[in-house]
């Protein structure tokens, strides 16, 4: 859901370039703090794997484009600090180098993949009890609440009709993350297969 530049107003951009700043410093204190250094390898694989499943995005025509973010598997895997640390990254290059999603929307799109997709997807996982069942419900509540989230901005820009588009978005937007949620189930089942020291800060 990479919002491009042009779409949102300034003060949209303002407060969620703020939240999203303030994440960010937080996490890199807390990271710098915690990581260990047989770690960084992996954060940079990860990176990667979400710089290269963005990629494939389709603009669905109201400001906005739809793909998978990877966001609950990679919180999982090395926790949501970090994972919204990759996020951002990857974020950022994105719209640096292939202009999905925009510099000065940046803000908005890290709020809404990075500190909804990685935390909020991350707590409802461990929230719910049973592995599968709760990733099929983080991926479809992230998603929906993200989706909530850009909608919402979009409407407070003037770019938006919420009462025509909304309940478009979420469904869509509700089947991706579903669909994101079943695909961390398979991939965390075949990691647990070939390399279960991954997850053992997962159990």
């Given at each position: 859901?990479?919002?491009?530049?042009?779409?949102?107003?300034?003060?949209?951009?303002?407060?969620?370039?703020?939240?999203?700043?303030?994440?960010?410093?937080?996490?890199?204190?807390?990271?710098?703090?915690?990581?260990?250094?047989?770690?960084?390898?992996?954060?940079?694989?990860?990176?990667?794997?979400?710089?290269?499943?963005?990629?494939?995005?389709?603009?669905?025509?109201?400001?906005?484009?739809?793909?998978?973010?990877?966001?609950?598997l990679i919180s999982i895997l090395v926790g949501p600090l970090?994972?919204?640390?990759?996020?951002?990254?990857?974020?950022?290059?994105?719209?640096?180098?292939?202009?999905?999603?925009g510099m000065l929307s940046l803000g908005a799109n890290i709020?809404?993949?990075?500190?909804?997709?990685?935390?909020?997807?991350?707590?409802?996982?461990?929230?719910?009890?049973?592995?599968?069942?709760?990733?099929?419900?983080?991926?479809?509540?992230?998603?929906?609440?993200?989706?909530?989230?850009?909608?919402?901005?979009?409407?407070?820009?003037?770019?938006?009709?919420?009462?025509?588009?909304?309940?478009?978005?979420?469904l869509i937007y509700g089947i991706t993350g579903t669909i994101?949620?079943?695909?961390?189930?398979?991939?965390?089942?075949?990691?647990?297969?070939?390399?279960?020291?991954?997850?053992?800060?997962?159990?």
């Amino acid at each position: 859901m990479h919002i491009p530049d042009g779409f949102l107003n300034t003060p949209v951009t303002l407060a969620t370039a703020g939240v999203s700043g303030l994440t960010l410093v937080y996490s890199l204190k807390k990271v710098n703090q915690s990581i260990r250094p047989e770690q960084i390898p992996l954060l940079g694989l990860l990176a990667s794997f979400v710089f290269m499943i963005q990629l494939f995005s389709f603009p669905i025509g109201i400001g906005t484009s739809i793909h998978l973010t990877g966001a609950l598997l990679i919180s999982i895997l090395v926790g949501p600090l970090a994972g919204f640390l990759i996020m951002t990254i990857s974020l950022f290059a994105l719209a640096l180098l292939f202009q999905h999603g925009g510099m000065l929307s940046l803000g908005a799109n890290i709020l809404n993949m990075g500190v909804v997709g990685c935390f909020l997807g991350y707590g409802i996982y461990r929230f719910i009890p049973g592995r599968r069942a709760s990733l099929i419900v983080a991926g479809l509540l992230s998603g929906v609440v993200s989706a909530s989230f850009c909608a919402l901005e979009l409407a407070l820009s003037g770019m938006l009709d919420l009462s025509s588009a909304f309940a478009t978005m979420l469904l869509i937007y509700g089947i991706t993350g579903t669909i994101e949620g079943v695909a961390s189930m398979f991939i965390l089942e075949f990691l647990k297969k070939i390399k279960p020291e991954l997850l053992e800060s997962t159990a």
